[in-house]
């Protein structure tokens, strides 16, 4: 018996259609954000533990009659639109040490200087005919804010761009955090999702830090959208005189900053729990959509005179319900093995697909297209699509050995 403790080769994950146009992926295809794609490519290839299948499958079984609420989520999803393909920048950006914050001297002068200018400018313009020294300190002073906006004010500026790209998200990724935040849930893994996008925060707390308050996902990325228009008038055909004068740039990545030490290292957390809830979204959508598919057992510690694999009526999930046909298997037990044997076109490897997929969706947490399936944690492998290579010398022979010396290994 292989224990799932790897991921699913690319050779296997080719043979069963887990990836790309008519695939099991396709059939999955409900996330609508990167997050949401991203744990269901990771699910279909590592299998869960059996504690954490069992904590799916319950999750899986609350979410299928939510209708209203799975077609929610994910038009909100779709809702943040191409710019969604970025977030990883983002990510790391919110993740990243702050800069301003912790040059004490560059922060206060960028704020002092501002005051200064407005200052001197307001004197020279009703004292300076009377004293001229008036001018001469007033452009002193634009010229130490030049010389600031056109070093430190440029890297303040090419961070405040990094985010400001992402600002088309951060409305929409908010509404998505508030309605998963909003919706009552009794199974515990949906639970557990739930409170990971409300945290709770030693810098959230009173002024003393000792009364921590939840620090809620979807407020925080609303707090940060408010920032946004802010940015947008650095686009502005005048801003660098509005930047020389006020040195725009340095307040505007303080308080970017300030949102940064505050929320930034959960942006991941959060992400991560939008992502799998999506992924249990669409393992939900497709025990809705097959109501006579089955939830498999995976089992710890079989006989060893049990079958590893053991389904009833086990038909493969890609092909129609008028087409498919299903079958009772039993697969072990150790020592043994299931010999498949027919005439050409008459659904072996369609068979052996149909195994190898179910155990895939069921290690996964997903039901299975059969009416029952048990079996232990292993790990999926095959040697179905063998391919020769004249620039590698490899003949189709050959080919398909290594593949079947990799699956006897």
């Known amino acids: 018996m292989f224990i799932a403790d790897s991921p699913i080769d690319p050779a296997t994950a080719a043979d069963l259609d887990l990836f790309g146009a008519a695939s099991v992926q396709h059939l999955l295809n409900t996330p609508a954000t990167p997050v949401g794609q991203a744990a269901i490519f990771a699910w279909l290839l590592q299998a869960a533990p059996p504690a954490v299948v069992t904590t799916r499958q319950e999750a899986v079984r ?61 004197a020279a313009w009703f004292w300076g005919q009377e004293n001229g020294a008036l001018y001469l300190a007033l452009g002193v002073s634009l010229a130490i804010s030049v010389f600031l906006s056109l070093t430190a004010g440029r890297r303040a500026g090419e961070t405040i761009g ?11 990724y908010a509404d998505i955090f508030d309605h998963l935040a909003a919706q009552p849930f009794s199974a515990p893994e949906l639970r557990r999702l739930q409170a990971q996008l409300a945290v709770d925060s030693p810098n959230s707390g009173d002024k003393s830090g000792a009364i921590p308050r939840p620090l809620r996902a979807g407020l925080q990325m609303r707090r940060l959208q408010r920032l946004m228009p802010f940015a947008g008038i650095r686009h502005w055909l005048l801003f660098f005189p509005i930047e020389v004068v006020t040195l725009w740039d340095f307040h505007l990545l303080w308080m970017l900053e300030r949102w940064q030490v505050r929320a930034g290292k959960y942006v991941r957390g959060w992400l991560t729990a939008l992502g799998e809830l999506e992924a249990l979204i669409a393992l939900a959508t497709l025990h809705y959509d097959h109501p006579f598919w089955s939830f498999p057992a995976v089992e710890v510690g079989q006989n060893s005179s049990s079958p590893l694999v053991e389904a009833t009526n086990l038909a493969h999930p890609l092909l129609p319900p008028a087409r498919a046909v299903g079958n009772d298997v039993k697969v072990g037990p150790s020592g043994s093995f299931l010999l498949i044997t027919g005439s050409n076109m008459s659904g072996k ?45 490899v003949s189709f022979f050959m080919a398909e050995l290594r593949g079947l010396k990799t699956v006897v290994d």
């Open 62 to 122: 609350e979410l299928g009659p939510q209708v209203d609420f799975r077609e929610e989520v994910g038009a909100r999803g779709r809702e943040v639109g191409p710019a969604q393909r970025h977030y990883e920048r983002f990510a790391a950006w919110a993740e990243s040490a702050p800069w301003l914050i912790t040059q004490p001297l560059l922060l206060w002068l960028a704020r002092l200087l501002p005051l200064l200018n407005l200052g001197l400018g307001i």
């Open 162 to 172: 990094q985010v400001e790209a992402q600002q088309d998200v951060f409305a929409a």
């Open 349 to 393: 490897s369609t068979l052996l697909r149909a195994i190898g997929v179910n155990c895939v969706l069921a290690q996964m947490g997903a039901p299975v297209c059969g009416d029952m399936l048990r079996l232990p944690p292993l790990r999926v492998m095959s040697s179905m699509r063998v391919q020769d290579s004249l620039s590698q010398g």
